[in-house]
């Protein structure tokens, strides 16, 4: 599945809005922006620990979904990241929180309760609880993981949840 639009006359928004018209059909619950207050306080790079901790503290419920940081623009053309990420919800005040550190400024975050499902589900099979990361760049579709190896990618045309644990997934290469 291509990207609708030309690249250089997408704004950041619309992005937002491509990623999910691109994951939705994936999804059998709905893709929600939300608004998420971030604490910080944990460790960098462990976000499900983070969110695991709070949940067992406090009993916060974990919650995931993407993180949609902020367009780049480079020398080739423009380019945007999701990379899923773990947070908690507050039952009781209603509000979402997050005690990951340095969340990037202007990141955006957007729901998707079947990316956790899937990867409770596929436990057993899984090499890590955290999608590989989605990044949209001039008109493609990649999802990019860090490996033993270093950094590893695969152009994609649609974002199951199969495509995006592809590299945690332990019968994959």
């Known amino acids: 599945m291509a990207i609708s ?3 250089s006359k997408m704004h950041d928004i619309e992005l937002l809005y491509e990623f999910s018209r691109i994951r939705q059909p994936h999804c059998q619950h709905r893709l929600n922006v939300i608004n998420v207050l971030q604490f910080g306080g944990g460790r960098e790079n462990y976000c499900l620990n983070n969110a ?11 919650v995931s979904g ?3 940081l902020p367009t780049k623009f480079l020398s080739t053309g423009w380019q945007k990241q999701f990379t899923q990420h773990w947070w908690n919800y507050d039952r009781s005040e209603k509000r979402h929180l997050d005690f990951s550190p340095t969340i990037d400024d202007g990141a955006v975050y957007m729901q998707d309760l079947d990316i956790a499902l899937f990867a409770i589900d596929a436990n057993s099979r899984l090499r890590s609880h955290v999608a590989s990361s989605v990044i949209l760049r001039n008109g493609m579709i990649y999802i990019v993981d860090y490996g033993n190896e270093g950094y590893r990618h695969r152009t994609e045309h649609e974002l199951s949840n ?3 644990f592809y590299f945690q997934l332990a019968d994959s290469s």
């Open 5 to 7: 639009e030309t690249p």
């Open 52 to 62: 695991k901790e709070k949940a067992d503290e406090m009993g916060y419920a974990v």
């Open 66 to 68: 993407w993180l949609c």
């Open 162 to 164: 199969e495509t995006l």
